[in-house]
T-cell receptor, first 115, second 115 residues
Framework: GESVGLHLPTLSVQEGDNSIINCAYS??????FIWYKQESGKGPQFIIDIRSNMDKRQGQRVTVLLNKTVKHLSLQIAATQPGDSAVYFCAETIRLRGGYNKLIFGAGTRLAVHP | GAVVSQHPSRVICKSGTSVKIECRSLDFQATTMFWYRQFPKQSLMLMAT?????????EQGVEKDKFLINHASLTLSTLTVTSAHPEDSSFYICSARVQAGSPLHFGNGTRLTVT
């Protein structure tokens, strides 16, 4: 199947530091990307999105960077807090015939924030 | 807004029985809903795209006769796992979007355990 994840890599950071989570996507035709946060036992929660006509977008404490040349996304979290501890997934939109599209998830990264 | 509700949150069933999972969009109408499956420490794998009033579109490798999807209204899609086996034990998550091109919103998932 698409986007099969194995064991999640972990990023450990100190509270207050900035975090950078990276993601490589697969389809050069993808034009819409989303970062999701997933806490244990819950569904993914939308964080921020970006379209392919942009290379940077900022939200509250978060920034997404898109490099289409190398098919790479990153999520930057400023002043990381314990509540940011979760698994983070990037997702790309793949367009289908008939105007439909589907969202395919990357492998995910676990962010562990230490006091 | 854009709340997706999933029920039940947890279910334990015996091998050979069937289990139905409901996904509702509470404050918007969703012509398309998506069903994902997630194994421990892995990413979300798209199972099928559920279209209101028509047949679901299944991803490669997903058995349509085993995972029955019904999308009878604009606010409800159901996934029935038929003749469940222990290897079907997983976290099943549904999602929906307000309109094409907008982010998917996810339910909080259903933890299925088949004994």
């Amino acid at each position: 199947g698409e986007s099969v994840g194995l064991h999640l890599p972990t990023l450990s950071v100190q509270e207050g530091d900035n975090s950078i989570i990276n993601c490589a996507y697969s389809n050069s035709a993808s034009d819409y990307f989303i970062w999701y946060k997933q806490e244990s036992g819950k569904g993914p929660q939308f964080i921020i999105d970006i379209r392919s006509n942009m290379d940077k977008r900022q939200g509250q404490r978060v920034t997404v960077l898109l490099n289409k040349t190398v098919k790479h996304l990153s999520l930057q979290i400023a002043a990381t807090q314990p509540g940011d501890s979760a698994v983070y997934f990037c997702a790309e939109t793949i367009r289908l015939r008939g105007g439909y599209n589907k969202l395919i998830f990357g492998a995910g990264t676990r962010l562990a924030v230490h006091p | 807004g854009a709340v997706v509700s999933q029920h039940p949150s947890r279910v334990i069933c015996k091998s050979g029985t069937s289990v139905k999972i409901e996904c509702r969009s509470l404050d918007f109408q969703a012509t398309t809903m998506f069903w994902y499956r997630q194994f421990p420490k892995q990413s979300l794998m798209l199972m099928a795209t559920s279209n209101e009033g028509s047949k679901a579109t299944y991803e490669q490798g997903v058995e349509k006769d085993k995972f029955l999807i019904n999308h009878a209204s604009l606010t409800l899609s159901t996934l029935t796992v038929t003749s469940a086996h222990p290897e079907d034990s997983s976290f099943y998550i549904c999602s929906a979007r307000v309109q094409a091109g907008s982010p998917l919103h996810f339910g909080n998932g259903t933890r299925l355990t088949v004994t």
